[in-house]
């Protein structure tokens, strides 16, 4: 009889501590969410593909730092929350409930274009500025009042491209490679829209997923196409594989890379045996600048910065600002820049009314000077082209920025 | 015309590069009657450690092939000793779950290592091309197609010819009657599955050479599977000829069905025509149909 009074008083204690501290780590949740600013990202940290997201996020945290050691925004320290969504789209969305609902993050960002047309109807839901790594047109044509292109999309790369091919040849044939998505079908109807500004059809298609390592197939069919300079939508490895089974098979063409072809350094097309000739056959288009374009004072300031907290020297700067870095610290300027101008006690819908407040802001030359307004969610539509510099192994522009109209 | 001898060249030279490594698979499954589903995996791993001796360690090319296959020669001597050993007398399927469990581990291993960013080692043939039959192919098929074909052939010959060839029959058939004849089961247990990892690296060396160096090459490696299911899991000119019909028709499907279903159609077509080739043969095209008498 004691020894079962005992007991019961016990397990009320218990289930009564276990409450208790139930209660003190929720508050304690919701005390971190008032003494940080906090944006989130949908990231996609361990798959194959996950130097995209990394990269990305790595460039962000480089630029909170740097804001948060200068006092950060009205005396509170901005953070990044990252979920791992391994690039699946259900889970990116419901990370965003999570981030909008749960962590009251003031903007978010998910990894694939995928995702954003999957969250683009439940902007009103939500009611937090969205954007993503892939900077696909749709997403802010027609503009969508929660969702924003930080950066010149696809198709205004491939609208470039095309540009490019028509100012040295009048009857070009132009293929597109592209992998079977939202984010490929893209590009593919970029190039069709803009090719009818020039009365010419597109002289050749093939589809290369996300997860082919061999382009021969698709070389195989542009050449029996008779094609001459060919647009690729996907990543650094596959424009590797593009320039190597083109050469394979005997495809004599010029490979115009959009902005994620140009994800990594050109290792992998400089690593073939006959890299410094297919590196020839290469140029990309990408609307931010390069990590090693130091006459740029943004570029300058992003180097100093990353060598300044990741304590590395300058000539390990290239294993770390990857394409996408540099696109994740402009991200973060922007977003921070909104944040300053929301005032104080921002909420997600203050952040996106200032966002689209911002009239020619000034990345210091990493991009063109970005505009937002309620008309208009894209930041810009400047692109640069770029060559391989073969000696340097490093991507060089070519001429200014241009702006496809 | 030119185009469909180009597909069908490249179709054997990867078909090739499966052959082999399906040798590797029918191998493990002959002499010890384990389906191996980490064998895409152990292609993957071998790759890596070629890429490691040739270009992190800064071995001369051709000295980083023997370095790697010797490497993966000793990984699946390890792999028997430590985890298929203990799981002698276990049922079929708790075997089959170890394999699937240790291809994931290899994957994970391989990524945590050298990252999940495809790598750049240095190529081993020549870039080029020469014409044949009025098609243009790359030097890299020639020489995929010359080194598999000696590698299948010598393979052939030390199974059919040496003692360690004679005695991994023998287990094959029988393995309590080639235990009583003094043969070491574990020991051709051990250097079965040391034959596998050196034929796999050799496989994942040669399909570097063709589609590059990326944690998807163990995907690549897996068309083994179909390769000896299609010829028969237990006859060796099968998988040769099974690979070569997986990579051809692979290679077709990419030329001809992918443009018009949109893509796609060359992960799939493999296993298209192993399950039609099963309809009619269901032990493969040379396998040997098993009897049991009642």
Known sequence: MKNSKIKSRLSVLGISAAWLATIALGFSGLASAQDTHKFAIANDLSGPSAYHGKTYSSGFSIYLREVNDAGGVGGKKVELIQENAERNVQKEVGFLRKFALQDKALAAIVVTTDGLFAAKPMGDTLKIPLMGIGVPELATSPTSPWLFNIFASYQDTVFAAIDHIFQTDKDPKIGVIYPDNQYGLEALRAAEIRMQKYSKPLAGKAVMSLRETDATTQALALKQAGVKYVIVQLAGAHIAAVLRDADKVGLDAMVYATTQGMDREPDLILGQSNGANLAKKFIGVGPWSKWNESSIPGVVSMRNAVMKYEKVTEAELGNIMYSNFVQGYVNAMVLVEALRRAGPNPTSEKVRDALNQIRDFDTKGITQPLTFSPDRHKGSNAVKLYRINVERKVYEPIGNWVAPN | ?294
């Open chain 2, 1 to 294: 015309m030119e185009f469909f001898l180009q597909l069908m060249l490249t179709g054997i030279a990867l078909g090739s590069g499966y052959a082999l490594s399906g040798l590797g698979f029918v191998l493990i499954y002959k002499a010890t009657g384990v389906f191996n589903f980490s064998h895409g995996h152990l292609t993957m791993a071998g790759a890596y450690f070629f890429y490691m001796f040739q270009v992190q360690l800064g071995l001369p090319p051709w000295w980083s092939v023997p370095a790697a296959v010797l490497s993966m020669f000793l990984v699946g001597v390890l792999i028997e000793r430590y985890c298929l050993r203990r799981m002698v007398g276990e049922s079929v399927i708790s075997i089959i779950m170890l394999t699937i469990g240790l291809g994931t581990l290899i994957r994970n291993l391989v990524g945590l290592i050298w990252g999940t960013q495809p790598k750049a080692p240095v190529p081993l043939f020549e870039p080029g091309s020469i014409m044949v039959l009025g098609a243009q192919v790359p030097r890299v098929y020639i020489w995929t197609l010359i080194v598999a074909t000696i590698l299948i052939v010598s393979f052939v010959i030390y199974f059919r010819r040496s003692s360690q060839g004679v005695a991994m029959r023998a287990v094959a058939f029988h393995q309590d009657h080639a235990s009583l004849t003094g043969i070491s089961i574990h020991r051709i247990f051990a250097l079965s599955w040391g034959l596998a990892g050196a034929m796999a690296t050799i496989s994942g060396i040669l399909m570097v050479q063709l589609v590059g160096l990326d944690l998807s090459l163990d995907a690549r490696g897996l068309s083994a599977f179909p390769a000896a299911i299609l010829g028969g899991i237990d006859s060796i000119g099968g998988v040769i000829l099974g690979g070569l019909i997986i990579g051809v028709a692979e290679s077709m499907a990419g030329g001809y069905l992918d443009p018009l279903v949109d893509g796609g159609s060359k992960e799939v077509v493999g296993y298209i025509v192993l399950l039609l080739i099963l309809m009619v043969r269901p032990y493969g095209l040379f396998g040997t149909p098993e009897v049991r008498k009642v």
